[in-house]
């Protein structure tokens, strides 16, 4: 089968399962996000059907369109399945681009924004006519320029967010970058804690937004991101979009996201990123990291995110101990070593004694040999 052909099966494949939308009903859909996303019915029906290659603008028209009309179903389909990063990736290896030197230009193109259709049923509902004309009227403006508004409208009106939060974080990243300081700027973090030693946590619906901005563009985009919410005094958003990256992409996104980084002179947040793995990810999806790192031979990536295990958390690290004994991981002893050497400074005694109560007396007493060891 071709590159053609196999793109139109696998979007083929896409629309059953999104519940099988008719060309017409999947034309009217793309219509709906703007001029800029509308695709006519014969156009779709050649892509479809493997007569013409799929660019990724018309990729991610067609499976916006297919996510919407599952939802309306009642039957959505999963977050892997319309995944933007995995379709670009599809899309990519097409064939068109031959030299090193139309790959190397290709990879510095900033991703496209995935078509937007805002729903305005709630508000219609609600009786919020304001927000609709609101909306309506700034089709062609920035969405940091209405968004928090909007954000802080419905949540005094106590309406769920996460929808609308969600559709904007489709935008294109330099418009992420934009979005979130705007929001960042209305909803200001907060701030506890003495002088000395001060906890800064973004509001939640920052939060929420860079979550799902991390999910669209945190592997090809993140330089662009991060260095762009820095520039714009947003600095402190840029922990949660990199502990997003490495909390839900798979490991190859996240090696990619770390290979991008680097390239773009940002060792640091790309340290950062893997810390986030170990930190914060699920321990049962931590392993699966771990061992993709491991078989591409970054040695020292592994032991940033063995050590992000180790400050984690006692529970956390209890589970990815576990996990490596079930799995049989290899060179657990040293793995854990290196977990020990994450413990945060004072906490060891703590870890000890939540590892003694769960019967692991033998990682407990290791702890605790390592308490006084210096942290390197």
Same mark, same amino acid.
């Given at each position: 089968? %071709?590159?053609? *052909?196999?793109?139109?099966? &696998?979007? &083929? ?5 999104? *519940? ?11 219509? #709906?996000?703007?001029?800029?996303h509308a695709m006519a019915r014969s156009t779709i029906q050649d892509k479809l059907g493997g007569r013409s290659p799929v660019n990724l603008s018309e990729a991610l028209s067609i499976?916006?369109a297919f996510a919407d009309y599952a939802i309306s179903i009642g039957a959505p389909l999963s977050e892997q399945e319309i995944d933007s990063h995995l379709w670009r990736e599809r ?11 139309? @790959? ?15 729903? @305005? ?16 009227? %700034? ?5 940091? !320029? ?50 000395? !030693? &001060?906890?800064?946590?973004?509001? /939640? ?22 260095? $762009? ?16 990256? $490495? ?15 680097? #390239? ?6 790309? !340290? %950062?990123?893997?810390?986030?793995? $170990? ?27 063995? #050590? $992000?295990? *180790? %400050? ?10 576990? *996990?490596?004994?079930?799995? !049989? ?12 050497? /994450? ?7 703590d870890y000890a004694q939540f590892f003694a109560a769960v019967g692991r007396q033998e990682i407990a007493d290791r702890v605790m040999l390592a308490r006084d060891e210096p942290p390197?």
């Open positions: 089968m %071709s590159m053609v *052909g196999s793109i139109a099966a &696998q979007l &083929q494949d896409l629309r059953i399962r999104a *519940g099988n939308p008719s060309i017409r009903l999947i034309a009217q859909l793309t219509s #709906k996000r703007g001029r800029r499976i916006e899309i990519s290896a097409q064939p068109g681009v031959k030299t090193k030197e139309e @790959l190397s230009v290709r990879a510095l193109v900033v991703p496209e924004s995935i078509p937007i259709a805002w729903d @305005l049923h709630p508000f219609r509902m609600a009786g919020m006519d304001d927000l609709v004309h609101l909306i309506e009227t %700034s089709k062609d403006a920035p969405i940091a !320029n209405w968004l928090p508004d909007v954000i802080a409208t419905m949540r005094q009106a106590q309406m769920t967010i996460a929808e609308m939060l969600e559709r904007a974080a489709r935008d294109h990243p330099r418009g992420i970058v934009q979005t979130a300081a705007a929001l960042n700027k209305r909803f200001p973090p907060r701030i506890s804690g003495e002088p000395w !030693n &001060q906890t800064v946590r973004v509001d /939640g619906a920052v939060n929420a937004f860079l979550r799902n901005a991390a999910r669209f563009y945190g592997v090809e985009a993140a330089p662009i991101i991060v260095a $762009g919410l820095r520039l714009a005094e947003a600095s402190e958003c840029v922990n949660c979009f990199e502990v997003s990256i $490495g909390s839900w992409h798979l490991p190859g996104g996240i090696y990619r996201c770390i290979e991008n980084l680097r #390239k773009a002179g940002f060792p640091n947040d790309a !340290n %950062s990123v893997l810390t986030a793995v $170990g930190e914060s990810r699920k321990s049962d999806r931590i392993l699966e990291v771990l061992v993709f790192f491991a078989e591409k031979g970054a040695v020292s990536d592994v032991v940033i995110i063995l #050590k $992000g295990i *180790g %400050s984690g958390g006692p529970g956390n690290m209890a589970a990815v101990i576990n *996990g490596m004994e079930v799995t !049989n991981y290899k060179n657990i002893d040293s793995a854990v070593q290196e977990m020990i050497r /994450g413990i945060p400074y004072n906490k060891h005694s390197f």
